[in-house]
């Protein structure tokens, strides 16, 4: 099985859709990684999702990605003494630091840092801004608050304060444990929440070490304003619609992730948006037209992959979800005007390796051309060429099953585990195999193949052919 479309499918797994027949049937609809949130659940549950994907790959017979989205540092309120309170505006409210249950006049917030960050006459946001309060004073350990809008409040809800960088750290004890168990599990990637500077990524690659591809999701301003020291300790990165959307004004959104996705494509590293994709379909079978453009608008800015979170988590169409996102992905993808698009933002070429692979995407213009076929270690000749976005599908030939699974997150590429060789006939036979066998060229059907002697050493990609896939 192999994908006809280029831009991948991220689907969160949760209690609608954990069972391995249920991720089985996720898979062949066309989700490609799926993503365990570890804000929910426990790991007992994560174990069951994780050994659910490797199954299913099993039966699917492609390599298949579990990315670990850690909670990170997410600022919280207290517990409220009947659960929730009612608020309208002019409302006086004072948030402390005491464990004691709050009312109607305060609420504990057990983050001190948040009070030493705090500004008078500065804006707090509650419940993914649907409360606001402004600030009229703030000691070390409390804040009184008015609140400007918003009708209620209930525990744990989510806290934000615009335009701040909080000092906390980004991985917390519980992000830790959480690390220690998904790198135990085998994941292949770990995507760290709420960056906001360049040492969050240093300090989660230094945990990892290798073991996982690494990712940042950007959901703080503060984090735009360090976006290069970010992206250079990244291997992916994820436009977090969600929480990003509660601190910038709703008209920034759209023009920061295409910021985000024309930068991550020039530096050669996937991007996934994410986000309200498909919100609607948690509880109806088809999405909003609104919907369906927005997932249309990333495949057109080149995002290397669409996330469904609550719609495949928790939803009543989880698998409807997986095949709309699907269908809208390759209706786009059929578009006269794409390839024009996918052209426009071609990188400066600042390598001998990456200049060969511009010329094998130039090379595979041609008509004729099947497909592109890499042999690659560590899967970074496949991104290069996924950062040229070849209209042709990309065939990655590996020996290691990790890196397989890893490059399952890459635009337009499709990886096959196949045994060792170092002599390049042999190399030209097992590509010629492997482009028939995985349906991407049929006979006659010109291939090119991009790869380094010796065999194994990473990034040395230095041989361009051409090959046909024999006659019948």
Same mark, same amino acid.
């Given at each position: ?364 213009? $041609?008509?004729?051309? *099947?497909? @592109? ?5 560590? !899967? /970074?000749?496949? %991104?290069? =060429? &996924? ?43 097992? $590509?010629?195999?492997? *482009?028939? @066998? ?5 006979? !006659? /059907?010109?291939? %090119?193949? =991009? &790869? ?21």
């Amino acid at each position: 099985m192999f994908r006809a479309r280029r831009a991948r499918i991220v689907a969160t797994l949760g209690p609608a859709s954990r069972g391995v027949d249920k991720v089985r049937d996720l898979a062949v609809a066309g989700a490609d990684v799926f993503r365990v949130n570890f804000s929910h659940g426990t790991h007992a549950d994560h174990a069951r999702a994780i050994a659910s994907v490797r199954e299913a790959e099993a039966a699917v017979g492609r390599p298949l990605a579990v990315l670990a989205d850690l909670q990170g540092p997410k600022l919280r309120l207290g517990k409220f003494a009947d659960g929730h309170v009612k608020l309208k505006a002019g409302h006086a409210l004072r948030l402390d630091l005491k464990s004691k249950p709050g009312d109607a006049s305060r609420i504990g917030v057990p983050h001190p840092e948040v009070f030493a960050a705090l500004r008078t006459g500065g804006l707090v946001l509650l419940d993914d801004g649907k409360v606001r309060l402004r600030v009229t004073g703030h000691g070390p350990d409390f804040a009184d608050t008015v609140v400007e809008a918003g009708e209620q409040l209930s525990d744990h809800k989510g806290l934000n304060l615009p335009g701040l960088a909080i000092p906390i750290p980004a991985l917390t004890d519980k992000d830790r444990k959480d690390l220690a168990f998904a790198l135990e599990e085998g994941v292949d990637w770990v995507a760290l929440s709420f960056v906001q500077r360049a040492s969050d990524m240093a300090e989660l690659r230094s945990l990892v070490q290798g073991r996982a591809g690494v990712l940042a999701k950007i959901e703080k301003p503060s984090a735009l304003e360090a976006l290069d020291e970010i992206l250079d300790l990244s291997q992916a990165i994820m436009v977090a619609r969600g929480d990003l959307g509660v601190e910038l004004a709703p008209e920034e959104v759209p023009v920061v992730q295409k910021q985000l996705v024309r930068a991550a494509r020039l530096r050669g590293i996937p991007v996934v948006v994410a986000t309200q994709m498909l919100e609607s379909m948690i509880h109806s079978p088809t999405p909003t037209r609104a919907e369906a453009s927005d997932v249309a608008g990333a495949v057109y800015e080149g995002a290397d992959a669409l996330m469904l979170s609550a719609e495949s988590a928790a939803g009543d169409y989880p698998l409807e979800a997986v095949s709309m996102m699907d269908r809208i992905i390759a209706r786009v993808e059929s578009d006269p005007r794409w390839p024009e698009l996918m052209r426009a933002e071609y990188p400066v070429e600042d390598a001998d390796a990456d200049a060969l692979v511009a010329a094998a995407r130039k090379a595979a213009d $041609a008509a004729s051309t *099947a497909c @592109l076929a890499t042999f690659t270690t560590t !899967g /970074q000749t496949a %991104l290069r =060429l &996924a950062r040229e976005r070849p209209l042709q599908p990309t065939l990655a030939l590996t020996t290691s099953l990790d890196t397989a699974r890893r490059m399952a997150l890459i635009w337009g590429v499709e990886a096959r585990v196949v045994a060792e060789t170092v002599d390049p006939e042999e190399l030209t036979r097992v $590509a010629v195999e492997q *482009a028939v @066998l995985t349906g991407l060229a049929d006979p !006659g /059907q010109r291939i %090119l193949i =991009l &790869a380094g002697l010796p065999m194994g050493s990473p990034g040395a990609a230095n041989i361009l052919r051409i090959a046909h896939a024999p006659l019948r």
